[in-house]
């Protein structure tokens, strides 16, 4: 950044650097103190001095012009140097109520009071210094959360001189700070609000903030002459304010004091809208076993403790939605409503043994089972099957749609495909399944593919495939695994094993001195990639059948409508011939009454050739019918199979949708490897835009990808990483 040149309203942040000509004129512009018009002629002239020799900054410039008066430029550059103070702690906050050290109301509340200590102080107390007063944040948290500050602040610093110019103008978003009254802030905080300048006077200034929920004063002088509350009133019911305007007395109270220039106060607050609860979906089950503490984040694998099994009965309710619920609409101080923002509504999709209520928000059981809940939000209940021995030649190949519980081994060659399993021991065995597979023992030779997490005391020469995470309580040993989620052996060896975990890697120890080196890559979700690509083709291949069972249903209709215009011909003629065959009856009978036999014969012959005609019309007529009838119930049943196979459409899209956007959300996590204890040399580090090999032992360390300054490409698409390894202790 250029040297900070003399200035009638020199300006530096807390590094000694000088607010520099692009904030003041980004400032400028945003509070409405200049036109972009009458700033590109600054810039202009600017740069026509500049041509002369004459360098001079923004500020000079505007102020020689006329085009910024000195308030304006004080107000300007006092509005940046809070901004500049106000960074960091803007990120310690969002860091510390991410991290669950304090919530939004307690940071809320030492804004507050960090404002108010500016306010009477003019001193600069940090956020960690005030919740840790507070006792809300201990110093060992503070002191993690501001390494965590200084880190992120000096990449974004790195990335800044990389690029060769200063730091982006846009700031972190702000923590909101509700005023349930206007004497209760006077604050720096607020003034880093966007706001509007409503009216320019000669003591002082009217401004509402960009959400219209505060209007401010700000005082041009050191302090307020010949001003009344009901002139401040007048003023500000003039621009349409009129909700939450301050106390005369208060007003008073404030127009009295000194020391104000530049100083802004709430002189009317609207009530800030209140946001609903977010829907949730409430489980009548515990689903899986819990590996993590969420409070110290340390992984641990137990295979024989898990907790009950949940068990279901038919009917019973198994999770239910529950709805967010609506906010509270606030109020501007225009008087307009201001509406909540929207919350999220869960889904569950409903699987195998599950049925939705009418209303969609109630789930119950179709059947007695175990229930289960995917990783990608699918509820089921699958009944199960005990197999008390080994699968092996007494029992054959296993295909089961439900939950299989081996007590024994799966032998070497055979087969299982189920949608959940538990086994004692798996051997060379084919796995498919469509949840979590989970084995008391070990896992040898073994080739198991699951949409669900693996879990096993040991693995070893075998290939695992998994949609959730790989747990492994020992090690894993000539083995390859390919994990959409996390592969977790904090206790465990990896030994000539190649493992490709989407979530990352934590295991005890990497590699041996007397076998070939591992391969160890994060980042990377083919499995997702995969049974998305399988979900796209269950679709187009239903699609497909859906079409095919439309024009099915064309043709039946065509025939139809055929046989209904043949059906109405022969009705037609039989009609006719049976009144022919009445009129030939009586002509035979005066024939015969008239003592011509020849010609009552004569009719009688063509009456039995009619009738004979009649037969055949009504027989073809019933054949017509049936035919009709059968191609109506073919139609019937194609309709039926058509809903059907919509039915399925729509679930597999529902899981298609569901599974796209879990794998989306994991992709955003960065994963990273951590290894408790050693990791060999030659091991190979994978990660999606670099790779390492490392060149001697390590000990307890974290690896994960850093992106430096210049990894963006023209189209900025990230096109490069560095691989960074840290000691942890």
């Not at 119950?364 to 021995?389: C, F, H, K, W």
């Amino acid at each position: 950044m250029e040297e900070c040149r003399k200035s009638t309203h020199p300006l530096r942040d807390a590094t000694g650097t000088c607010v520099d000509d692009q904030t003041i004129a980004r400032l400028a512009v945003a509070h409405r103190i200049l036109t972009r018009e009458k700033l590109q002629e600054a810039l202009d002239l600017q740069k026509s001095e500049k041509g002369r020799g004459r360098p001079l900054t923004l500020g000079e410039v505007l102020l020689s012009r006329g085009m910024l008066s000195e308030n304006h430029l004080s107000s300007l550059q006092l509005i940046a140097e809070f901004q500049i103070m106000r960074e960091p702690d803007r990120l310690f906050s969002k860091i510390a109520i991410k991290n669950r050290l304090a919530t939004r109301e307690q940071v809320e509340n030492a804004s507050r009071i960090q404002a108010k200590h500016f306010k009477e102080k003019r001193s600069f107390r940090g956020m960690g210094e005030i919740l840790l007063d507070l006792k809300i944040m201990t110093r060992k948290q503070c002191e993690m959360v501001q390494r965590a500050v200084d880190v992120i602040r000096s990449k974004k610093n790195q990335k800044c001189e990389c690029e060769g110019k200063s730091e982006p103008d846009a700031q972190p978003e702000p923590i909101s700070t509700p005023i349930s009254h206007p004497e209760e802030a006077s604050t720096p905080d607020d003034i880093c609000e966007d706001f509007q300048v409503l009216s320019e006077g000669e003591q002082f200034d009217l401004l509402v903030s960009h959400d219209g929920l505060r209007a401010y004063l700000r005082i041009k002088e050191e302090s307020v002459k010949g001003s009344s509350p009901d002139e401040i009133r007048q003023l500000i019911t003039k621009f349409g304010i009129i909700q939450g305007i301050a106390d005369d007395a208060v007003i008073s109270s404030y127009l009295q004091q000194t020391g104000l220039k530049n100083r802004m106060q709430i002189i009317a607050a609207g009530i800030p809208p209140k946001p609903g609860d977010p829907g949730r979906i409430r489980f009548s089950f515990e689903e899986g076993m819990r590996q993590c503490d969420d409070e110290n984040d340390k992984c641990t694998v137990d295979l024989k403790n898990r907790g009950r099994i949940p068990q279901v009965k038919c009917g019973d309710l198994i999770a239910e939605i529950v709805l967010s619920s609506e906010g509270v609409n606030g109020m501007d101080v225009y008087g307009r409503i201001v509406p909540p923002p929207k919350c999220s509504e869960q889904k569950v999709i409903c699987g195998k043994g599950v049925e939705k209520s009418p209303d969609g928000l109630h789930f119950y059981a179709q059947m007695d089972g175990r229930p289960q809940l995917s990783v990608y939000g699918t509820l089921s209940v699958l009944p199960e099957l005990v197999i008390e021995e080994d699968v092996s030649f007494e029992t054959g190949n296993i295909m089961f749609d439900g939950r299989v519980e081996v007590r024994g081994i799966v032998q070497d060659g055979f087969r299982v495909e189920c949608d959940e399993l538990a086994a004692r021991e798996i051997s060379k065995a084919h796995i498919e399944v469509n949840g979590n597979v989970t084995v008391l023992g070990g896992i040898l030779g073994a080739r198991i593919k699951s949409q669900g997490s693996v879990s096993a005391a040991h693995i070893h020469a075998s290939r695992i495939e998994a949609l959730g995470d790989v747990i492994v309580e020992k090690g894993i040993v000539e083995s390859t695994v390919i994990t959409a989620g996390k592969c977790l052996s904090p206790r465990g060896k990896v030994v000539y094993s190649k493992i490709m975990a989407g979530g990352g890697i934590e295991v005890g120890r990497v590699g041996s001195e007397r076998s070939e080196p591992c391969s160890l890559a994060f980042g990377f979700d083919p499995v997702s990639e995969r049974e998305i690509e399988s979900l796209k083709e269950s679709v187009s291949f239903k699609e497909r059948e859906l079409e095919a069972a439309k024009e099915a249903i064309g043709k039946l209709n065509d025939s139809i409508l055929r046989t209904e215009a043949k059906i109405g011909t022969l009705a037609q003629v039989q009609d006719r011939s049976t009144l022919q065959l009445s009129n030939l009856a009586r002509e035979a009978r005066k024939l015969k009454e008239s003592g011509d036999p020849d010609g009552a014969a004569e009719k009688e012959r063509l009456l039995v050739e009619l009738e004979g005609k009649i037969k055949n019309a009504e027989a073809e007529l019933d054949k017509l019918l049936r035919e009709h009838e059968e191609a109506k119930d073919r139609v019937a049943g194609q309709q039926r199979e058509m809903r059907e196979i919509h039915g399925d459409i729509q679930n597999l899209k529902e899981k298609l949708s569901a599974l796209a956007q879990w794998a989306k959300a994991n992709g955003d996590k960065p994963g990273a490897i951590k290894v408790h204890h050693s990791i060999g040399s030659g091991t190979t580090i994978k990660g999606p835009l670099s790779s390492l090999i490392l060149k001697s032992d390590l000990g307890r360390v974290l690896i994960k990808e850093q992106l430096p300054c210049d990894s963006r490409g023209e189209n900025g698409s990230i096109s490069k990483g560095v691989m960074k390894v840290y000691n942890f202790f």
